[in-house]
């Protein structure tokens, strides 16, 4: 088997997992085995990752016996490999395979595309070049991405639809994250209230443009370049539909109340504000049983102000809103829910600690103009599950078939004039936005890390210390008494008195976690997970970013028309509209939270030192009659 593979072309590595390539560089292969298209091996300078399998020639070396290719034997190093491996691709196409003229368009770069003799058949695994599923990038690179519930806390016991007709796959698109791109879309395009739109033009992008396959150029010639496609079909730019957008080959019917509108504010683009504010409340936390006690789980009542009509709701509803809001918006912070927990799900500790944070929750998904008004929301708030079971049933199954997800969510964004944007300065705002988010979260957890150790202490050590010191004035108390001098009676009970202070005082001590710390880092938590979801935001705008420097460098170099380098500045702008107005956002309510909980946090503290004076001040005036 051979071990080592020579570049052919220079690689860039994007995204994490990968690694980047020189042309002539020798690897190390860690299997020959490609895996949809890619291998994984070291490069001469010692980094380990995944590279495409077409930029690298195996170097075959003779050994005995019959050529290797891994051996029924050898150990797949992920998962979901078979022991004996994929079906290597043939290193020449047969004569019966005839690949159309633009399969290996969408894969490599026209200047860096391989001759013709060492041209292979793309991965099955990429979705333009086959038509076989791919491996989820948690199968590839191991984890990342939202996770299902599993096993605990709030299962799918219950089989609460069973008739639904969409995997709840966790950071899988739906299979309308990429519709009929002929207008076969259901939905009725006649429709008044609905528009039919579509970045695709004649100049479209790539095979799923809908045109005639590309023709091939001489060098020079206008229209020959086409702006690349990642590599790294796993990567959250694909995966989210930035790129399909991007590049042009998003089309969908877009309702009227599914526009979303991105507006200029003083400090730039904003979300439009929402019209019809409202709070909601979420009490009454219940346990209750189902199969004639054999399963428990707790309900939670939540009444919003909008309606004021009261509905219940178990966290796997919660659960499942998330994920379709996860799935829907890839350039909104959806914050994340309380985390589970297996066991001592039924403790009034824990039930308590988890309603303040789904209210917390709540309280950021009413505040966020586009959340709050999006139809799977407002179903969530206002469907009666317990008594109207069928139109719950109606509504879930209407928000896991929703085409305005992937790609076409971006078709649903209405933006202001582009002439409002800079490229330049955009690119500096997020590069700026993403040293901040990466200083806050570091922060963050130093400040999460001081206040828990901070409450250990109150909670053990401080009440502990506090009552030795009142236990020791209490043994001075007892050792006067032995005096037996009338006289000295109001000494005594004024030191056991103080002795009882001591003691009270590091109840307080003890309880006060509670009324401050405990809501600081409850806040700290919730915004961890909004600053763990901008990674993948941020990744989606350069992305676009990227593909517009692309354009350009082919218009100036002659290869590409300037229209259809204006169409993707212009779809790029969309996206750069819709980040920016979401870090917009992100300030709004972290200066709103952050104020109001600092003053929540202080006023607790002054009532604590306030109620330990009074306690000193009781002990202290017992001495008066002494």
């Known amino acids: 088997m051979a071990l080592r593979a020579r570049a052919l072309y220079d690689f860039r590595s994007e995204n994490p997992g990968e690694i980047s390539l020189r042309e002539h560089e020798v690897l190390s292969l860690c299997s020959e085995q490609d895996i949809e298209g890619w291998l994984e091996g070291v490069n001469s300078r010692g980094d380990r990752g995944l590279f495409p399998a077409s930029y690298v020639q195996v170097i075959r070396t003779p050994e005995p016996g019959p050529a290797g290719d891994g051996g029924p034997g050898a150990p797949a190093r992920y998962a979901n490999v078979p022991p004996g491996g994929f079906e290597p691709l043939p290193a020449v196409p047969p004569a019966s395979f005839q690949p159309p003229p633009d399969a290996f368009q969408p894969l490599l770069h026209p200047q860096q595309a391989p001759p013709p003799s060492t041209f292979q058949p793309p991965g099955a695994g990429f979705p333009y070049g086959g038509g076989v599923l791919q491996p989820s990038p948690q199968q590839l690179y191991g984890g990342g991405g939202y996770q299902a519930s599993q096993g605990s806390d709030d299962d799918w016991d219950d089989e609460w639809d069973d008739s639904s007709t969409v995997a709840d796959e966790p950071g899988a698109l739906g299979s309308s994250a990429y519709p009929d791109l002929d207008g076969s879309s259901s939905g009725g395009g006649g429709a008044a209230s609905r528009y039919r739109l579509s970045t695709r033009s004649d100049m479209s992008l790539g095979p799923r443009g809908g045109s005639a396959p590309p023709q091939h150029h001489p060098s020079g010639a206008k229209s020959s370049a086409t702006v690349s496609r990642n590599l790294n079909r796993f990567s959250t730019f694909v995966k989210s539909g930035g790129e399909a957008f991007v590049l042009g080959e998003a089309s969908g019917f877009v309702k ?106 709540m309280n950021h998904m009413a505040s966020h103009p586009v959340l709050a008004q999006c139809d799977v929301f407002q179903h969530f708030l206002t469907c009666p599950s317990s008594t109207d079971e069928k139109a719950w049933k109606q509504g879930k199954r209407k928000a896991e078939k929703d085409e305005m997800v992937g790609a076409n969510f971006f078709l649903t964004l209405s933006t202001p004039p582009a002439a409002a944007l800079d490229l330049q300065e955009v690119e500096s705002k997020i590069d700026g936005f993403k040293c901040f988010t990466k200083k806050m979260d570091d922060s963050a957890l130093q400040l999460n890390h001081t206040a828990n150790e901070f409450a250990r202490k109150q909670v053990t050590g401080f009440k502990k210390e506090y009552q030795k010191v009142g236990q020791s004035f209490r043994g001075l108390s007892q050792a006067f008494e032995l005096d037996q001098q009338a006289f000295s009676a109001g000494l005594n009970q004024a030191i056991a008195f103080t002795g009882d202070a001591y003691d009270a005082i590091g109840e307080l001590f003890a309880e006060q976690p509670r009324q401050d710390l405990d809501p600081v880092m409850d806040l700290l938590a919730l915004y961890q997970g909004h600053l763990a979801n901008f990674p993948d935001i941020i990744h989606v705008q350069k992305g676009a970013l990227t593909k517009v420097k692309e354009s350009r460098r082919h218009v100036e170099e002659g290869k590409m028309e300037v229209q259809k380098a204006d169409g993707i500045q212009d779809r790029c702008n969309t996206i750069s509209f819709a980040t920016l107005a979401e870090i917009h956002h992100f300030h709004q309510i972290r200066v709103r939270d952050f104020k109001s909980q600092m003053q929540h946090f202080l006023q607790q503290q002054i009532l604590f030192f306030q109620k330990v004076t009074q306690k000193l001040e009781e002990a202290l005036h017992k001495y008066d009659s002494v």
């Not at 526009?259 to 019809?276: A, D, I, R, S």
């Not at 009509?309 to 998330?322: G, S």
């Open 256 to 361: 009227d109340g599914d526009k979303l509108c991105v507006v200029l504010g003083p400090y730039g683009p904003e979300w439009q504000e929402n019209p019809y504010p409202f709070q909601c409340t979420i009490d009454d936390p219940t346990k209750q049983t189902k199969f004639k006690g054999m399963k428990s789980y707790i309900s939670y009542k939540l009444v919003p102000t909008h309606t004021q009509v009261p509905v219940h709701r178990r966290y796997k509803h919660f659960d499942w809103l998330y994920a379709r809001l996860a799935e829907k918006f890839p350039v909104i912070s959806v914050p994340h829910l309380p985390e589970k927990q297996a066991t001592g799900r039924f403790e009034e500790d824990f039930i308590s600690k988890r309603r303040k944070g789904l209210i917390w929750w």
